[in-house]
Antibody
Framework: QVQLVESGGGVVQPGRSLRLSCAAS????????MHWVRQAPGKGLEWVAV????????YYADSVKGRFTISRDNSMETLSLQMESLRVEDTALYYC????????????WGQGTLVTVSS | QSVLTQPPSASGTPGQRVTISCSGS????????VNWFQQFPGTAPKLLVY???HRPSGVPDRFSGSKSGTSASLAISGLQSEDEADYYC???????????FGGGTKVTVL
């Protein structure tokens, strides 16, 4: 079955960087696009970024554009999110999710990794 | 302020039908697939409906989706206590070149 396991979260000061990872298993990773979606404590879902199955296409939410970079390693079946210049408002639980087409739907989610940006 | 607009709450008694609305625009719901997710406290969201009105395998047929113009709806028929959760709509937005979510609707079973 599809399994997505996020890691890399933690507490970081404003302005610093952090790299999240998502290990995929149970499906042909290279055949699917992948998303990052976040949820601030007590708030709703906010889409962050998506990458195509081969990494050639990426899209970002305006709130993270220029600061976050989504990437993937199909040989390692791993999705990454490099986060730079972190802000307090980036504090959230970050989920990775499998994409069915880049614009159709996401059908499987991980359990999330918590990022806390605080001085 | 979310691009897609949902009511913050909805409620019903067991067995009732509850409907959640999701209002968007031509660039998102009007043109693209609408998806609905269910989320219980402390757990990851789960896909409930995709492409307006399709259910993944395992989702009870009590859940149904529909779309009309720039709005979509999720209906829960025969409401059960285990349906208490947060529900989110989502769609790709051609103007933003990204996905947009509704603010979420908390369903309470009275």
């Amino acid at each position: 079955q599809v399994q997505l396991v996020e890691s890399g979260g933690g507490v970081v000061q404003p302005g610093r960087s952090l790299r999240l990872s998502c290990a995929a298993s149970g499906f042909t990773f290279s055949g699917y696009g992948m998303h990052w979606v976040r949820q601030a404590p007590g708030k709703g879902l906010e889409w962050v970024a998506v990458i195509s199955h081969d990494g050639t296409n990426t899209y970002y939410a305006d709130s993270v554009k220029g600061r976050f970079t989504i990437s993937r390693d199909n040989s390692m079946e791993t999705l990454s999110l490099q986060m730079e210049s972190l802000r307090v408002e980036d504090t959230a639980l970050y989920y990775c999710a499998r994409a069915v087409g880049l614009t159709f739907y996401f059908d499987s989610w991980g359990q999330g990794t918590l990022v806390t940006v605080s001085s | 302020q979310s691009v897609l607009t949902q009511p913050p709450s909805a409620s019903g008694t067991p067995g009732q039908r509850v409907t959640i609305s999701c209002s968007g625009s031509d660039s998102n719901i009007g043109t693209n697939s609408v998806n609905w997710f269910q989320q219980f406290p402390g757990t990851a969201p789960k896909l409930l409906v995709y492409s307006h009105d399709h259910r993944p395998s395992g989702v009870p047929d009590r859940f149904s989706g529909s779309k009309s113009g720039t709005s979509a709806s999720l209906a829960i028929s025969g409401l059960q206590s285990e349906d208490e959760a947060d529900y989110y709509c989502a769609s790709w937005d051609d103007s933003l070149n990204g996905w947009v979510f509704g603010g979420g609707t908390k369903v309470t079973v009275l």
